[in-house]
């Protein structure tokens, strides 16, 4: 029987995603994954990099899912996810050249967000490179009628969700020293916004 965690939107994004990740990641080593929910993501693009160490990282309760599909995969470049939650932690005393999230920032609540880009100066190396996926508003819109649908999905399932405006998480990623370097807009009404440490 197979026990392994399964979100279909993984599958259907992990190529787009893969596709900026593939030259925003071509010169790193060691990527930190924050929030890998299922895993699938780890497995698809950790394979299809193989020059990165690919650290997956969840709450303690996701770890046994995604160390399913990591077990399964038996890659060389994933070693054992490690919990992390970004209010709380602990958060690890590695520093990474990347670090990589998809489609987090509307599940936490925006104290969380806040969270998690103060932290990053201490396990990310100067120079280093974000990536983040999933859905963005721009100027306070949303950018289509399936997003709006979705932030109301998601307010109803809890207040403290939602999406997030894009020029309020680059103001989070200037505080923690990141500039933006791209936007891509993929399939689906979602980006993947690139950051970069200057400082």
Same mark, same amino acid.
């Given at each position: 029987?197979?026990?392994? $965690?399964?979100? $279909?939107? %993984?599958?259907?994004?992990?190529?787009?995603?893969?596709?900026?990740?593939?030259?925003?990641?071509?010169?790193?080593?060691?990527?930190?994954?924050?929030? +890998?929910?299922?895993? !699938?993501?780890?497995?698809?693009?950790?394979?299809?990099?193989p020059w990165l160490e690919w650290q997956a990282s969840e709450r303690a309760e996701h770890l046994?899912?995604?160390?399913?599909? @990591?077990?399964?995969?038996?890659?060389?470049?994933? $070693?054992a996810p490690i919990e992390l939650d970004v209010a709380r932690g602990p958060w690890p005393k590695?520093?990474?050249?990347?670090?990589? +999230?998809?489609?987090? @920032?509307?599940?936490?609540?925006? +104290?969380?967000?806040?969270?998690?880009?103060? /932290?990053?100066?201490?396990?990310?190396?100067?120079?280093?490179?974000?990536?983040?996926?999933?859905?963005?508003?721009?100027?306070? /819109?949303?950018?289509?009628? +399936?997003?709006?649908?979705?932030?109301? !999905?998601?307010? !109803? /399932?809890?207040?403290?969700?939602? @999406?997030?405006?894009?020029?309020?998480?680059?103001?989070?990623? @200037?505080?923690?020293?990141?500039?933006?370097?791209?936007?891509?807009?993929? $399939?689906?009404?979602?980006? %993947?916004?690139?950051?970069?440490?200057?400082?």
């Amino acid at each position: 029987m197979n026990t392994k $965690p399964f979100a $279909p939107a %993984c599958e259907r994004n992990r190529e787009p995603i893969l596709g900026v990740l593939r030259e925003a990641f071509a010169d790193r080593r060691r990527v930190l994954e924050i929030g +890998s929910g299922t895993g !699938q993501h780890a497995v698809h693009l950790a394979a299809a990099m193989p020059w990165l160490e690919w650290q997956a990282s969840e709450r303690a309760e996701h770890l046994a899912g995604i160390r399913a599909w @990591l077990d399964e995969a038996a890659l060389a470049n994933t $070693p054992a996810p490690i919990e992390l939650d970004v209010a709380r932690g602990p958060w690890p005393k590695t520093r990474f050249d990347a670090v990589f +999230s998809a489609n987090t @920032l509307h599940i936490m609540a925006w +104290s969380e967000v806040e969270a998690l880009f103060a /932290r990053l100066p201490e396990v990310t190396e100067r120079g280093a490179v974000l990536a983040i996926y999933g859905p963005f508003n721009l100027d306070g /819109r949303f950018t289509s009628a +399936s997003n709006a649908a979705f932030d109301a !999905q998601l307010r !109803q /399932r809890a207040a403290h969700m939602g @999406l997030r405006d894009l020029a309020a998480v680059d103001a989070l990623a @200037l505080g923690a020293g990141f500039t933006r370097e791209a936007d891509h807009a993929l $399939p689906a009404n979602n980006r %993947c916004v690139v950051w970069r440490r200057a400082r």
